[in-house]
């Protein structure tokens, strides 16, 4: 259970697109329907506004001090896109491959060596072991200092495959809006994914505005050494912590100590996240991102191999949780996108 | 291992002492003298306002971004008392108690019978098991909710044996000037310490300006639940993090993911965080608490079985860390004693 779970979420992803940071049009705190400018107008924007003045205008019913508003977000799928793969799996393979001239025993290895030759195929049909082997080659036997220099190395160079887009200029440029909206109300923005939360915090700052300790996710083991006078964290082949699922309200409660008032999310793994916010004692806000444009992002839920929304897209109906329609409620996806 | 050191740590405290909120004296923010008024002048003071003033200077060749100022507390004995007992301990003891009409069957076990008749000798007597079970009893088998809401019963109500304040009123104003300082110079603070997270969560904001999520700590274990409709967050007993020693580097890299530039501590469980942030890139700052002030607080160190600073004497001497003397460094101990 732990291995099959290590894969999809440590295990992320493939693509390829060009950058430019992030743009949110704004205007003025009081100026609500400014904020969202990417969005069009429906059901889906408006509940977003109507929730976050419900809780911010003194003297509502539902009001809620600035240091109780804590909101949540998935990244796969809900910050940034996830298709055909979890990006981070396609770090995972590049590095393999840079890393291969100093590892020729990896040549020995049937997945490794498809990994170092670019065979892409073969190491995802070999499914979770294969993946696995590729997390522990990548993402351990390194320190914490020289794995952020791989993945920042990686993010600002890696494309994706079919868009031409950097990875990290696929984000959603309607979501950007919603975590400045939020942050402009004084809420704090976290980011809770399933993603390994060491791949996540070199870039997240830069790319959402979300430092890094204000990111929870997956993690291996690490330790504390002293290596010819220098003190680091080694990164260990051994899985610390899954942030996924039932995960996510653990990761919440040991990392930020506090239940989320507005949970976001786009999968099923984010079921238990959602349900979490819910239960706060005063108002809250649940929002499902749906994935149904083909034509400009993807289309894809209740039979998904990644970002599977079945379970999740019920029970949104049966509560009223907010469920945007990519396709429908988004002006644009990705901020290259914007006039 | 793990056993002994969950006692050192989960298990906390005995004292008693009563509450106003804790008062710093300020001007505005380039009179540096101002802010630490509670310090006498000399080479602990000035070594704090040099590394402030280094760090924070534009222009400054050891300038630091904001966004690096990153700042680590110890808790017991460096921001709050610790003697004669970890007060983590007496409130577990006192819980015990509270919880034992409750738990009838309680009154079969010695230690936990002991501990419900107040016989806290007794239970200290019999050591790590005894302790650990007191823990297990205290902190686990209820809901986070639950487990806050009795934090916050005892933080606002127990009082220290010997100095009649509450435990929460035992905080060094001193301390307490150097978050401020440091804060009002766009410094993160963060409380990293052997201590529980969660018994320390509930109060950090109000008694120290530390949010919950700036909050290390060892942690036990939790799981997400459905309860009679209600999502929950269980504690569980079993050990989730020891967050002391060679543990607080670790805790720092999977909760904050920055190396902090400063660290403040008092004993040699906060060696590693010390020797940690000593390994920045740039100019970083690394204190010691030294308790020799036995008519005020309390003098140990190097013997001491609680908060016991041997190492970490030996190397702050060695690498010209700043050491306070407690009773030649600081006016008042506690905020009570200010004017």
Same mark, same amino acid.
């Given at each position: 259970?732990?291995?099959?779970?290590?894969?999809?979420?440590?295990?992320?992803?493939?693509?390829?697109?060009?950058?430019? !940071?992030?743009?949110?049009?704004?205007?003025?705190?009081?100026?609500?329907?400014?904020?969202?400018?990417? #969005?069009?107008?429906?059901?889906?924007? /408006?509940?977003?506004?109507?929730?976050?003045?419900?809780?911010?205008?003194?003297?509502?019913?539902?009001?809620?001090? !600035?240091?109780?508003?804590?909101?949540?977000?998935?990244?796969?799928?809900?910050?940034?896109?996830?298709?055909?793969?979890?990006?981070?799996?396609?770090?995972?393979?590049?590095?393999?491959?840079?890393?291969?001239?100093?590892?020729?025993?990896?040549?020995?290895?049937?997945?490794?060596?498809?990994?170092?030759?670019?065979?892409?195929?073969?190491?995802?049909?070999?499914?979770?072991?294969?993946?696995?082997?590729?997390?522990?080659?990548? *993402?351990?036997? &390194?320190?914490?200092?020289?794995?952020?220099?791989?993945?920042?190395? #990686?993010?600002?160079?890696?494309?994706?495959?079919?868009?031409?887009?950097?990875?990290?200029?696929?984000?959603?440029? !309607?979501?950007?809006?919603?975590?400045?909206?939020?942050?402009? *109300?004084?809420?704090?923005?976290?980011?809770?994914?399933?993603?390994?939360?060491?791949? &996540?915090?070199? #870039?997240? /700052?830069?790319?959402?505005?979300?430092?890094?300790? /204000?990111?929870?996710?997956?993690?291996?083991?690490?330790?504390? +050494?002293?290596?010819?006078?220098?003190?680091?964290? &080694? +990164?260990?082949?051994?899985?610390?912590?899954?942030?996924?699922?039932?995960?996510?309200?653990?990761?919440?409660?040991?990392?930020?100590? +506090?239940?989320?008032?507005?949970?976001?999310?786009?999968?099923?793994?984010?079921?238990? &996240?959602?349900?979490?916010?819910?239960?706060?004692?005063?108002?809250?806000? /649940?929002?499902?991102?749906?994935?149904?444009?083909?034509?400009?992002?993807?289309?894809?839920?209740?039979?998904?191999?990644?970002?599977?929304?079945? +379970?999740?897209?019920?029970?949104?109906?049966?509560?009223?949780?907010?469920?945007?329609?990519?396709?429908?409620?988004?002006?644009?996806?990705?901020?290259?996108?914007?006039?």
């Amino acid at each position: 259970m732990k291995i099959k779970l290590s894969i999809l979420l440590v295990g992320l992803a493939f693509l390829s697109w060009s950058c430019t !940071p992030p743009a949110v049009e704004k205007t003025d705190v009081n100026s609500e329907v400014e904020y969202l400018a990417s #969005w069009n107008e429906g059901p889906a924007k /408006q509940s977003i506004i109507d929730f976050v003045e419900a809780v911010t205008t003194e003297g509502s019913p539902d009001y809620v001090k !600035p240091e109780d508003r804590i909101a949540t977000f998935d990244n796969d799928g809900n910050l940034w896109a996830e298709q055909p793969f979890y990006f981070q799996v396609q770090f995972g393979l590049d590095q393999v491959k840079s890393m291969a001239a100093d590892n020729p025993e990896w040549r020995n290895d049937e997945i490794l060596k498809a990994a170092a030759d670019g065979d892409v195929e073969k190491v995802l049909s070999s499914g979770e072991e294969g993946l696995l082997k590729i997390i522990a080659a990548s *993402h351990s036997g &390194m320190t914490s200092d020289e794995f952020t220099a791989s993945v920042n190395s #990686w993010i600002n160079s890696a494309k994706h495959p079919t868009t031409g887009l950097l990875y990290k200029e696929m984000i959603y440029q !309607p979501m950007l809006e919603v975590l400045e909206y939020l942050r402009d *109300h004084d809420f704090k923005t976290f980011i809770v994914s399933g993603g390994g939360i060491d791949f &996540m915090r070199p #870039w997240t /700052q830069e790319v959402y505005g979300i430092p890094p300790e /204000q990111v929870v996710g997956s993690s291996l083991k690490a330790e504390f +050494k002293e290596i010819d006078g220098e003190y680091v964290i &080694m +990164k260990i082949a051994e899985l610390n912590f899954i942030d996924d699922k039932a995960g996510k309200p653990v990761g919440i409660h040991q990392n930020i100590g +506090k239940r989320p008032i507005a949970a976001f999310g786009n999968s099923d793994g984010d079921l238990q &996240m959602l349900q979490y916010s819910s239960g706060t004692k005063g108002r809250s806000f /649940q929002m499902y991102v749906h994935h149904t444009d083909a034509e400009r992002e993807w289309a894809y839920d209740r039979d998904s191999h990644i970002g599977k929304l079945d +379970k999740g897209l019920d029970e949104a109906a049966e509560k009223g949780w907010t469920v945007v329609d990519m396709a429908k409620d988004w002006k644009v996806i990705y901020p290259s996108q914007l006039d």
